[in-house]
Protein backbone atom coordinates (compact mmCIF):
# COMPACT_ATOMS: atom_id res chain seq x y z
CA UNK A 1 0.00 0.00 0.00
CA UNK A 2 2.35 2.38 0.81
CA UNK A 3 4.69 1.63 -1.77
CA UNK A 4 1.84 2.36 -4.19
CA UNK A 5 0.92 5.54 -2.64
CA UNK A 6 5.01 6.70 -2.90
CA UNK A 7 5.09 5.69 -6.42
CA UNK A 8 1.84 7.64 -7.84
CA UNK A 9 3.50 11.26 -5.32
CA UNK A 10 6.05 10.23 -7.50
CA UNK A 11 4.42 10.43 -10.73
CA UNK A 12 2.65 13.44 -9.25
CA UNK A 13 5.84 15.32 -8.71
CA UNK A 14 6.89 14.71 -11.91
CA UNK A 15 3.74 15.94 -13.49
CA UNK A 16 2.36 18.72 -11.60
CA UNK A 17 5.41 21.60 -12.93
CA UNK A 18 4.83 21.32 -16.18
CA UNK A 19 1.18 21.06 -15.91
CA UNK A 20 1.41 24.18 -14.56
CA UNK A 21 3.20 25.58 -16.73
CA UNK A 22 0.68 24.14 -19.56
CA UNK A 23 -2.22 25.56 -17.81
CA UNK A 24 -0.79 28.63 -17.33
CA UNK A 25 0.11 28.96 -20.81
CA UNK A 26 -2.97 27.91 -21.97
CA UNK A 27 -4.82 30.42 -20.56
CA UNK A 28 -2.03 33.16 -21.67
CA UNK A 29 -2.35 32.19 -25.52
CA UNK A 30 -6.31 31.38 -25.56
CA UNK A 31 -7.67 35.15 -25.13
CA UNK A 32 -5.28 35.88 -28.03
CA UNK A 33 -6.27 33.36 -30.20
CA UNK A 34 -9.60 33.08 -29.83
CA UNK A 35 -10.65 36.12 -31.86
CA UNK A 36 -8.12 35.70 -34.79
CA UNK A 37 -9.76 32.32 -36.23
CA UNK A 38 -11.98 33.73 -38.75
CA UNK A 39 -8.86 36.33 -40.09
CA UNK A 40 -6.28 33.34 -40.61
CA UNK A 41 -8.73 31.65 -43.41
CA UNK A 42 -8.46 33.18 -46.93
CA UNK A 43 -10.82 31.41 -49.07
CA UNK A 44 -8.71 29.12 -50.56
CA UNK A 45 -9.91 25.62 -50.86
CA UNK A 46 -6.92 23.82 -50.91
CA UNK A 47 -5.07 26.08 -48.08
CA UNK A 48 -8.16 26.62 -45.90
CA UNK A 49 -7.55 22.82 -44.56
CA UNK A 50 -4.14 23.36 -43.99
CA UNK A 51 -4.39 26.41 -41.73
CA UNK A 52 -8.31 24.74 -40.17
CA UNK A 53 -5.53 22.06 -39.23
CA UNK A 54 -3.06 24.27 -38.06
CA UNK A 55 -5.61 26.36 -36.19
CA UNK A 56 -6.70 23.57 -34.74
CA UNK A 57 -3.50 22.08 -33.36
CA UNK A 58 -2.17 24.80 -31.28
CA UNK A 59 -5.68 25.47 -30.18
CA UNK A 60 -7.02 23.39 -27.13
CA UNK A 61 -9.98 23.19 -25.09
CA UNK A 62 -13.21 20.73 -24.48
CA UNK A 63 -14.35 19.24 -28.21
CA UNK A 64 -17.68 21.28 -28.08
CA UNK A 65 -15.67 24.63 -27.83
CA UNK A 66 -14.05 23.51 -31.30
CA UNK A 67 -17.89 22.73 -32.61
CA UNK A 68 -18.88 26.01 -31.57
CA UNK A 69 -15.52 27.96 -33.31
CA UNK A 70 -16.01 25.16 -35.91
CA UNK A 71 -19.87 26.40 -36.34
CA UNK A 72 -19.06 30.03 -36.21
CA UNK A 73 -16.30 29.60 -38.62
CA UNK A 74 -19.17 27.81 -41.29
CA UNK A 75 -21.37 30.63 -40.77
CA UNK A 76 -18.85 32.62 -41.86
CA UNK A 77 -18.01 31.31 -45.33
CA UNK A 78 -15.26 29.04 -44.43
CA UNK A 79 -15.65 25.82 -46.50
CA UNK A 80 -16.52 22.44 -44.55
CA UNK A 81 -13.37 20.54 -45.45
CA UNK A 82 -11.57 23.36 -43.39
CA UNK A 83 -13.64 23.90 -40.78
CA UNK A 84 -13.60 19.52 -40.43
CA UNK A 85 -9.96 19.71 -40.53
CA UNK A 86 -10.11 22.51 -37.92
CA UNK A 87 -12.08 20.50 -35.27
CA UNK A 88 -10.39 17.19 -35.85
CA UNK A 89 -6.93 18.95 -35.02
CA UNK A 90 -8.34 20.60 -32.09
CA UNK A 91 -9.32 17.48 -30.57
CA UNK A 92 -6.23 14.87 -31.74
CA UNK A 93 -2.99 17.06 -31.57
CA UNK A 94 -2.12 19.09 -28.85
CA UNK A 95 1.48 21.63 -29.98
CA UNK A 96 1.22 23.38 -26.60
CA UNK A 97 0.88 19.83 -24.61
CA UNK A 98 3.76 18.68 -26.77
CA UNK A 99 6.52 18.92 -23.59
CA UNK A 100 3.80 17.64 -21.02
CA UNK A 101 3.36 14.58 -23.22
CA UNK A 102 6.39 14.32 -23.91
CA UNK A 103 8.06 14.21 -20.21
CA UNK A 104 5.22 12.04 -19.37
CA UNK A 105 4.91 9.28 -22.41
CA UNK A 106 8.15 10.10 -24.27
CA UNK A 107 9.51 12.44 -27.01
CA UNK A 108 9.21 9.65 -29.61
CA UNK A 109 5.65 9.14 -28.66
CA UNK A 110 4.30 12.47 -28.18
CA UNK A 111 6.09 13.99 -31.64
CA UNK A 112 5.05 10.63 -33.75
CA UNK A 113 2.04 11.17 -32.46
CA UNK A 114 0.95 14.25 -33.32
CA UNK A 115 2.80 14.46 -36.66
CA UNK A 116 0.37 11.67 -37.00
CA UNK A 117 -2.58 12.98 -35.64
CA UNK A 118 -1.88 16.50 -38.09
CA UNK A 119 -1.63 14.57 -41.14
CA UNK A 120 -5.15 12.33 -40.18
CA UNK A 121 -7.29 15.51 -39.57
CA UNK A 122 -6.64 16.54 -42.90
CA UNK A 123 -7.16 12.88 -44.48
CA UNK A 124 -10.52 12.54 -41.85
CA UNK A 125 -11.50 16.06 -43.25
CA UNK A 126 -11.22 15.10 -47.00
CA UNK A 127 -13.15 10.96 -46.34
CA UNK A 128 -16.13 12.53 -44.57
CA UNK A 129 -16.67 15.51 -46.89
CA UNK A 130 -16.15 13.53 -49.93
CA UNK A 131 -18.79 10.50 -48.14
CA UNK A 132 -21.04 13.55 -47.43
CA UNK A 133 -21.47 14.64 -51.54
CA UNK A 134 -21.68 10.95 -52.75
CA UNK A 135 -24.62 10.38 -50.32
CA UNK A 136 -27.86 12.04 -51.27
CA UNK B 1 17.03 1.98 -8.39
CA UNK B 2 19.11 4.81 -7.73
CA UNK B 3 19.12 5.18 -11.70
CA UNK B 4 15.38 5.99 -11.96
CA UNK B 5 15.55 7.93 -9.37
CA UNK B 6 18.05 10.47 -10.93
CA UNK B 7 16.12 10.26 -14.36
CA UNK B 8 13.20 11.23 -12.26
CA UNK B 9 14.90 14.02 -10.33
CA UNK B 10 16.17 15.10 -13.33
CA UNK B 11 13.10 15.14 -15.32
CA UNK B 12 11.52 17.38 -12.33
CA UNK B 13 14.33 19.81 -12.53
CA UNK B 14 13.81 20.15 -16.69
CA UNK B 15 9.35 20.55 -15.83
CA UNK B 16 10.52 22.87 -13.03
CA UNK B 17 12.56 24.97 -15.71
CA UNK B 18 9.78 24.85 -18.05
CA UNK B 19 7.52 26.40 -15.40
CA UNK B 20 9.93 29.26 -14.56
CA UNK B 21 10.08 29.66 -18.68
CA UNK B 22 6.14 30.08 -18.82
CA UNK B 23 6.27 32.79 -15.55
CA UNK B 24 8.70 34.84 -17.12
CA UNK B 25 6.75 34.96 -20.19
CA UNK B 26 3.96 35.95 -18.43
CA UNK B 27 6.31 38.67 -16.30
CA UNK B 28 6.90 39.98 -19.73
CA UNK B 29 3.67 40.21 -20.97
CA UNK B 30 2.36 42.06 -17.97
CA UNK B 31 4.74 44.81 -18.65
CA UNK B 32 3.08 45.22 -21.76
CA UNK B 33 -0.40 44.13 -21.10
CA UNK B 34 -1.12 43.49 -17.71
CA UNK B 35 -4.82 43.56 -18.37
CA UNK B 36 -4.07 39.88 -20.83
CA UNK B 37 -2.45 38.59 -18.02
CA UNK B 38 -4.83 39.45 -15.42
CA UNK B 39 -7.44 37.33 -17.57
CA UNK B 40 -5.32 34.79 -17.72
CA UNK B 41 -4.48 34.05 -14.28
CA UNK B 42 -7.92 34.71 -13.92
CA UNK B 43 -8.94 31.71 -16.22
CA UNK B 44 -6.20 29.82 -14.92
CA UNK B 45 -7.42 29.44 -11.10
CA UNK B 46 -11.18 28.49 -12.88
CA UNK B 47 -9.36 26.05 -14.29
CA UNK B 48 -7.45 24.71 -11.34
CA UNK B 49 -10.90 24.32 -9.30
CA UNK B 50 -12.05 22.40 -12.36
CA UNK B 51 -8.64 19.83 -12.52
CA UNK B 52 -7.86 19.60 -8.80
CA UNK B 53 -10.47 17.06 -8.22
CA UNK B 54 -10.05 15.21 -11.35
CA UNK B 55 -6.39 15.18 -10.23
CA UNK B 56 -7.87 13.73 -7.24
CA UNK B 57 -9.82 10.80 -8.90
CA UNK B 58 -6.94 10.35 -11.14
CA UNK B 59 -4.58 9.98 -7.97
CA UNK B 60 -6.91 7.34 -6.38
CA UNK B 61 -6.86 5.80 -9.79
CA UNK B 62 -3.71 5.50 -10.13
CA UNK B 63 -2.84 4.55 -6.97
CA UNK B 64 -5.10 1.27 -7.66
CA UNK B 65 -3.68 0.52 -10.40
CA UNK B 66 -0.32 0.09 -8.91
CA UNK B 67 -1.92 -2.02 -6.17
CA UNK B 68 -4.37 -4.39 -7.70
CA UNK B 69 -3.47 -4.28 -11.31
CA UNK B 70 -0.57 -6.82 -12.51
CA UNK B 71 1.69 -5.89 -15.18
CA UNK B 72 1.00 -9.14 -16.48
CA UNK B 73 -2.55 -8.38 -16.77
CA UNK B 74 -2.14 -4.79 -18.04
CA UNK B 75 -0.02 -6.48 -21.06
CA UNK B 76 -2.50 -8.83 -21.74
CA UNK B 77 -5.27 -6.31 -22.12
CA UNK B 78 -3.00 -3.98 -24.06
CA UNK B 79 -0.04 -5.50 -24.61
CA UNK B 80 1.55 -6.95 -27.56
CA UNK B 81 -0.27 -10.17 -27.18
CA UNK B 82 -3.50 -8.42 -26.28
CA UNK B 83 -4.59 -8.98 -30.44
CA UNK B 84 -7.41 -7.86 -31.65
CA UNK B 85 -9.26 -7.33 -28.38
CA UNK B 86 -6.86 -5.07 -27.23
CA UNK B 87 -7.55 -2.90 -30.29
CA UNK B 88 -11.10 -3.09 -28.86
CA UNK B 89 -10.47 -2.16 -25.84
CA UNK B 90 -8.53 0.40 -26.85
CA UNK B 91 -11.39 2.38 -29.23
CA UNK B 92 -14.46 1.78 -26.84
CA UNK B 93 -12.50 2.88 -23.28
CA UNK B 94 -11.22 6.00 -25.44
CA UNK B 95 -15.06 6.76 -26.43
CA UNK B 96 -16.42 6.37 -22.51
CA UNK B 97 -13.42 7.86 -20.49
CA UNK B 98 -13.92 11.60 -20.47
CA UNK B 99 -11.46 13.98 -19.20
CA UNK B 100 -8.64 16.58 -20.49
CA UNK B 101 -5.20 14.98 -22.42
CA UNK B 102 -3.21 16.02 -19.60
CA UNK B 103 -5.48 14.71 -17.19
CA UNK B 104 -5.11 11.26 -18.30
CA UNK B 105 -1.52 11.16 -19.52
CA UNK B 106 -0.29 9.91 -15.71
CA UNK B 107 -2.10 6.91 -16.75
CA UNK B 108 -1.05 6.61 -19.70
CA UNK B 109 2.47 6.19 -18.86
CA UNK B 110 1.47 3.65 -15.99
CA UNK B 111 0.01 1.56 -18.23
CA UNK B 112 3.29 1.60 -20.66
CA UNK B 113 5.44 1.14 -18.15
CA UNK B 114 3.59 -1.95 -17.38
CA UNK B 115 3.90 -2.74 -20.82
CA UNK B 116 0.91 -1.06 -22.70
CA UNK B 117 1.65 -0.70 -26.95
CA UNK B 118 1.98 2.80 -28.08
CA UNK B 119 -0.22 2.02 -30.70
CA UNK B 120 -2.98 1.26 -28.34
CA UNK B 121 -2.77 3.97 -26.31
CA UNK B 122 -2.88 6.31 -29.58
CA UNK B 123 -6.47 4.95 -30.44
CA UNK B 124 -7.18 5.44 -26.91
CA UNK B 125 -6.26 8.98 -27.38
CA UNK B 126 -7.76 9.60 -30.67
CA UNK B 127 -10.89 8.22 -29.63
CA UNK B 128 -11.61 10.88 -27.29
CA UNK B 129 -13.16 12.35 -29.85
CA UNK B 130 -15.85 10.45 -29.91
CA UNK B 131 -17.67 11.39 -27.29
CA UNK B 132 -21.61 9.93 -26.35
CA UNK B 133 -22.11 13.38 -23.98
CA UNK B 134 -20.65 15.54 -27.16
CA UNK B 135 -22.72 14.12 -29.99
CA UNK B 136 -25.91 15.78 -29.54
CA UNK B 137 -24.06 19.35 -29.51
CA UNK B 138 -22.15 18.50 -32.60
CA UNK B 139 -25.71 17.38 -34.54
CA UNK B 140 -26.86 20.78 -33.53
CA UNK B 141 -23.78 22.49 -35.22
CA UNK B 142 -23.08 20.20 -38.34
CA UNK B 143 -26.34 17.85 -38.23
CA UNK B 144 -26.73 14.02 -37.89
CA UNK B 145 -25.12 12.72 -41.41
CA UNK B 146 -22.13 14.83 -40.66
CA UNK B 147 -22.09 13.21 -37.26
CA UNK B 148 -22.36 10.08 -37.85
CA UNK B 149 -19.70 9.70 -40.77
CA UNK B 150 -17.29 11.87 -39.00
CA UNK B 151 -17.43 9.72 -36.27
CA UNK B 152 -16.79 6.34 -38.07
CA UNK B 153 -14.17 8.05 -40.05
CA UNK B 154 -12.79 8.93 -36.33
CA UNK B 155 -12.37 5.41 -35.23
CA UNK B 156 -11.54 4.01 -38.32
CA UNK B 157 -8.49 6.31 -38.67
CA UNK B 158 -7.79 5.75 -34.88
CA UNK B 159 -6.56 2.35 -35.69
CA UNK B 160 -4.03 3.86 -38.85
CA UNK B 161 -3.13 6.08 -36.72
CA UNK B 162 -2.41 3.85 -33.89
CA UNK B 163 -0.04 1.39 -36.23
CA UNK B 164 1.52 4.80 -37.48
CA UNK B 165 2.31 5.99 -34.26
CA UNK B 166 3.95 2.76 -33.24
CA UNK B 167 5.61 2.64 -36.53
CA UNK B 168 7.31 6.16 -35.94
CA UNK B 169 7.56 5.49 -32.14
CA UNK B 170 8.20 1.68 -31.65
CA UNK B 171 6.09 -0.34 -29.78
CA UNK B 172 6.55 0.08 -26.02
Known amino acids: MKKAFLKTVSIFRTVTPILTAILLLINLLHPLLQDYYQKWFTGNYLLDPLIGAVAGSISFGIPITSYIAGGELLQKGVSLLAVTAFIMAWTTVGIVMIPLESSILGKRF ?22 LKLLP | MKNNQKKSEKKIGGNAKFLFLV ?60 GAKGWAYAVVAGMLISGPPY ?5 MREFKENGARNSLLAVFLYNRNVKIQFIPAMILYFGMKYTVILSIYIILFSLAGGKLTEYFAGPE
Not at chain 2, 51 to 67: C, E, G, Q, R
Open chain 2, 23 to 82: IFIYGMTALFNPALVIEALHGFVMMLEKVIPILAFVFVILMTVNLFLKPAYIGKLLGAES
Open chain 1, 110 to 131: ALARNLVNFLLALCVAMCTVAT
Open chain 2, 103 to 107: ILFPL
